[in-house]
C-alpha cells in the first residue's frame, strides 16, 4: 500500500471543510471515501460494497459507470473543451440541449438559462423576480415566500429560501426579503380531525395572511418544490397546489417551481409539476438533467417574462447576469447522452412502476410496526417516518438521533440511506435503473438495520 493510500483518511481530514458535515464530529469519525461505481453500486476505500439508495444526492438516476456518458464527455472536451456564453456566444451542444429541454417541459416555458447546479440556478431566478418586477415599473414587489421545511440551496440567497433552521442559525440569514410560510407537511401538522383539503385550505390562507399582511404589493414570487427532498420527502397533500396557485394567481405572485430533485423521472413523469399540475412562471432543474456527471442546471422562463428582459435590455442595456460555466459544452454534451439514457431505457415509465413497488414493499414490510408513522413519497423517492409510538402519534426525542443510527446500521450493512433528522426520518432516492430485486434487497436490508437499532 502506498503512502498515499494509506493516508487518504488523514490527508482527507487536514485539508477539507467538508459540505454539511459536522466538523466536531467528523474530526472524531473521519471520511468514508468512495472509490468507484456500477450500477447502483458503490465500493469504498475499506473495501465494503454497497447499495445506492439515494443516488448521490437524489441525481444518479442512470447509475454509476455508464460508458454512453463518459463517452460524451470525452468527445465534447476534445471538440471543444470551454467557451463562455456571455455577450452572445454560444455552443452547439448548449443550444442543442435547450431545444430538447422546451420540448419536454412545460408548455408555457419558453427560455432556458443555464448554470452549474440547482443553488445557482435558484439564485438566478431570484436575481430574474428582481428584474423583472424592476423592469415593469413594481420595483417594491420584491419579497420572495418559500415554506418552512423546504430546500432551495445553500448559497446567501438561496440558503435564505431552504426552510431549515440549521442553514440560517449563526449565518446571520435568512436576507431581507425572504419570507416563510408554513410547510405542507400534513403527517406531522394537521389539526385533529381535519381532512388533507381542509389542511390544504388553511395553508392557503395562512399564505395569503402572509401576503396582506406585508402587502401583496410587496411580494414578487412563490417558490416550492412539488415534493420537499431534504425537509423530509414532503408529498402535497389532498388540493394543496390547487389551493396555493389561486393565491399567487389572485396577488399576480410568480410561482418558481423547484424541480431539481423531482425533475427528470423521479416521481415517474418527466417533472413534478405534471404530477399537481403545478403550472409555473419559472422553474428549476438540476441533478438528474446529466445524472451528476456534471455540474450543470437548466432554469427556465415564460415567453412574457422573456419579452419583458428584451424590452428591458432595449431600454438598459445588457442583462448583466451570469456565470463562467454557463452552457457549458460539456456538461451541455453530457446532459444530451444522459437525456438519451432516459428516454431509450424508458426510465420515467420504470420509475413509475418500480416506484410503486418499493412504496408497496416499504409500507407491506412495516404495516404493524409501531415504530413506523408513515411510509411517503411519490415514484422512485421516499421517506420512513420513524415514530417512538406510532399508534399514539408520539414523535422520537430528537436528540437521540435515531435516524442517524439507523442509516450507519444500514452502511454497515451495504446500504446507503439518508437521515433527514429534522423529521426523524430515512430517506430513498434509488437511481432510476434499479430493479425490483434491487429493491428487495434494499428494503431487507433496510428492515434489519432499523429493527437492530430500534431493539438494541
Not at 458535515?21 to 453500486?41: D, L, P, R, V, W
Not at 395553508?203 to 418544490?225: C, M, N, S, W, Y
Not at 420537499?228 to 418558481?256: C, H, N, R, S, W
Not at 409510538?389 to 430528537?398: G, H, P, R, T, Y
Request: charge should be negative.
Amino acid at each position: 500500500m502506498s503512502f498515499h493510500e494509506k493516508d487518504l483518511k488523514k490527508l482527507d481530514a487536514d485539508t477539507i471543510l467538508h459540505p454539511s458535515t459536522n466538523a466536531h464530529e467528523f474530526a472524531k469519525s473521519g471520511s468514508k471515501i468512495m472509490q468507484n461505481g456500477q450500477g447502483i453500486y458503490l465500493q469504498d476505500t475499506d473495501g465494503n460494497r454497497l447499495i445506492d439508495a439515494v443516488a448521490g444526492l437524489w441525481c444518479v438516476n442512470v447509475g454509476y459507470g455508464r460508458p454512453e456518458l463518459a463517452d460524451a464527455m470525452h468527445s465534447a472536451a476534445t471538440n471543444l473543451s470551454y467557451y463562455h456564453t456571455f455577450t452572445g456566444m454560444s455552443n452547439v451542444p448548449q443550444i442543442e440541449l435547450a431545444e430538447r429541454l422546451l420540448n419536454l417541459a412545460p408548455s408555457n416555458m419558453s427560455k432556458v438559462f443555464f448554470a452549474s447546479g440547482g443553488s445557482d440556478g435558484n439564485d438566478s431566478l431570484m436575481k430574474i423576480v428582481w428584474y423583472y418586477h424592476n423592469l415593469i415599473g413594481k420595483p417594491q414587489k420584491r419579497k420572495i415566500i418559500s415554506r418552512w421545511q423546504a430546500y432551495h440551496g445553500t448559497s446567501i440567497a438561496t440558503a435564505s429560501l431552504t426552510g431549515l433552521p440549521s442553514f440560517h442559525k449563526d449565518f446571520n440569514l435568512p436576507i431581507e426579503g425572504v419570507l416563510h410560510t408554513e410547510s405542507p407537511d400534513y403527517f406531522r401538522h394537521a389539526l385533529e380531525g381535519e381532512s388533507e383539503l381542509e389542511f390544504s385550505k388553511r395553508r392557503a390562507k395562512q399564505l395569503e395572511d402572509l401576503i396582506l399582511e406585508h402587502g401583496p404589493d410587496t411580494v414578487g414570487a412563490f417558490i416550492a418544490e412539488p415534493v420537499m427532498g431534504a425537509g423530509g420527502v414532503i408529498t402535497p397533500p389532498e388540493g394543496y397546489f390547487a389551493e396555493i396557485q389561486k393565491i399567487t394567481k389572485k396577488y399576480d405572485i410568480l410561482f418558481i417551481a423547484d424541480e431539481v430533485v423531482c425533475g427528470f423521472g423521479r416521481l415517474g413523469t418527466w417533472f413534478g409539476s405534471e404530477v399537481y399540475d403545478i403550472k409555473p412562471d419559472m422553474m428549476t432543474t438540476a441533478k438528474a438533467l446529466t445524472s451528476g456527471y456534471f455540474p450543470f442546471s437548466a432554469s427556465f422562463i415564460t415567453e412574457e417574462i422573456w419579452d419583458v428582459i428584451k424590452q428591458g435590455s432595449a431600454k438598459y442595456g445588457s442583462f448583466a447576469h451570469g456565470y463562467t460555466y454557463a452552457g457549458h459544452p460539456i456538461g451541455a454534451a453530457v446532459a444530451m447522452a444522459n437525456l438519451d439514457i432516459i428516454e431509450n431505457e424508458k426510465l420515467v415509465d420504470k420509475s413509475a412502476d418500480v416506484g410503486a413497488y418499493f412504496h408497496q414493499s416499504l409500507n407491506q414490510r412495516f404495516a404493524n410496526d409501531n415504530f413506523v408513522g408513515q411510509v411517503r413519497g411519490q415514484g422512485m423517492i421516499a421517506a420512513v417516518q420513524l415514530m417512538a409510538d406510532a399508534e399514539n402519534k408520539v414523535f422520537l426525542d430528537s436528540s437521540l438521533k435515531t435516524a442517524g443510527k439507523v442509516t450507519a446500521k444500514c452502511y454497515e450493512n451495504g446500504l446507503i440511506a439518508r437521515p433527514l433528522p429534522s423529521v426523524d426520518s430515512v430517506a430513498f432516492s434509488p437511481p432510476l435503473v434499479t430493479t425490483k430485486e434491487e429493491v428487495d434487497q434494499i428494503v431487507d436490508i433496510f428492515e434489519a438495520s432499523v429493527r437492530a437499532v430500534i431493539e438494541a
